[in-house]
């Protein structure tokens, strides 16, 4: 059975930092791709980033480059997002989810997480 669980979530100043956590099971990081999308209610889901299979490329959408950073840990088989510089406008659902295909974009993603909420704070 497939799971991807977030975690980290939480409330934070603007400025502040948070990292979010996805751990995955029933997927091979190396097979798969990871990515990290957020929505805001009554707003569209974006991709915030993506981490390619077997590491070979991580792609940023352009609100969060510089900002957020993605790795991931085969050993635990988990990929984290480190959120620095927050703003408000990031407070958003923070997805993780996998897919098979080659592509990040959205409809690619077979699995997905349940959501972890960030929020930032003025």
């Known amino acids: 059975q497939v799971q991807l669980v977030e975690s980290g979530g939480g409330l934070v100043q603007v400025g502040g930092s948070l990292r979010l956590s996805c751990v995955v099971s029933?997927?091979?990081?190396?097979?798969?791709?990871i990515g990290w999308y957020r929505q805001i209610p009554g707003k569209k889901r974006e991709g915030v980033s993506c981490?390619?299979?077997?590491?070979?490329?991580?792609y940023y959408g352009d609100s969060v480059k510089g900002r957020f950073t993605t790795s991931g840990d085969k050993a635990k088989n988990t990929v984290y997002l480190q959120l620095d510089n927050l703003k408000s406008e990031d407070t958003a659902v923070y997805y993780c989810?996998?897919?098979?295909?080659?592509?990040?974009?959205?409809?690619?993603?077979?699995?997905w997480g349940k959501g972890t909420l960030v929020t930032v704070s003025s």
């Open positions: 029933g997927l091979a990081l190396d097979d798969h791709v």
């Open positions: 981490l390619t299979k077997r590491e070979d490329d991580i």
């Open positions: 989810a996998g897919g098979s295909g080659p592509e990040c974009g959205i409809p690619g993603m077979n699995y």
